[in-house]
């Protein structure tokens, strides 16, 4: 089993759609747990960090459920420039430890 | 803050060669990770420094070596180059948890 699995993609939507992704990772004592978006031939940036008591940035809502070892983000009205692909991201059990990156999930936006 | 700094930003060489790639954190930051990203992939782990030493290693094979200098700048050096070595290579900075990407260096092996 992969240490972070993601929906498979792509993920192809209108604007103004909402959008979910979901994510899972096995590793039972991760700590920290991100989203990370990554436009084509870039860097990932941090997108939003996710708390288990669920965390809200404007149109975007990241939940954590630690007992089923279970991430998800909500994108609410899409924008073409939400296209980009979606990177569940995974900490370990003390800071400093590498991240541990889930394949990602394409996103893309149509008008 | 000019951010994390990668060069060169695009690389090409031959099987066999040898490559060198360069990182400098984040102003304040003195951890340095290196990742590899395969197209279509996540990036993955390859080895991290502190304190101008290997903290922790990913499962990549010795031909992947690394350096952090004082300045925590960081190098990452990869030696008989096989075409599969083709990838965007990531350096991170980070202080706690949250990590800093540079824009990468991809490379191609031919």
């Known amino acids: 089993r992969k240490e972070v699995e993601q929906d498979p993609g792509p993920f192809n939507v209108p604007e103004g759609a909402t959008v979910a992704f979901n994510c899972t990772y096995s590793?039972?004592?991760?700590?920290?747990f991100f989203w990370y978006r990554q436009d084509c031939r870039k860097e990932p940036k941090l997108l939003m960090s996710?708390?288990?008591s669920g965390n809200e940035d404007g149109r975007f809502t990241a939940q954590l459920n630690r007992a089923s070892q279970y991430i998800s983000l909500l994108i609410r009205d899409s924008k073409l420039s939400d296209s980009a692909t979606y990177l569940c991201?995974?900490?370990?059990?003390?800071?400093?430890?590498?991240?541990?990156f889930g394949k990602g999930t394409r996103l893309s936006v149509i008008a | 803050d000019a951010g994390v700094t990668q060069s060169p930003t695009h690389l090409i060489k031959t099987r066999g060669q040898q490559v060198t790639l360069r990182c400098s954190p984040k102003?304040?930051?003195?951890?340095v990770s290196w990742y590899q990203q395969a197209l279509g992939q996540g990036p993955q782990f390859i080895f991290q420094?502190?304190?101008?030493?290997?903290?922790q290693r990913g499962n990549f094979p010795d031909r992947f070596s690394g350096h952090q200098f004082p300045n925590y700048s960081s190098e990452l050096n990869v030696n008989a180059l096989l075409l599969g070595d083709s990838a965007l290579y990531l350096c991170?900075?980070?202080?706690?948890?949250?990590?800093?990407f540079g824009q990468g260096t991809r490379l191609t092996v031919v």
């Open positions: 991170a900075s980070s202080v706690g948890t949250e990590a800093f």
């Open positions: 590793n039972s004592a991760s700590q920290s």
């Open positions: 996710v708390y288990s």
């Open positions: 991201v995974v900490n370990g059990v003390v800071g400093n430890t590498p991240l541990v």
């Open positions: 102003s304040g930051h003195d951890t």
């Open positions: 420094y502190y304190e101008e030493e290997e903290r």
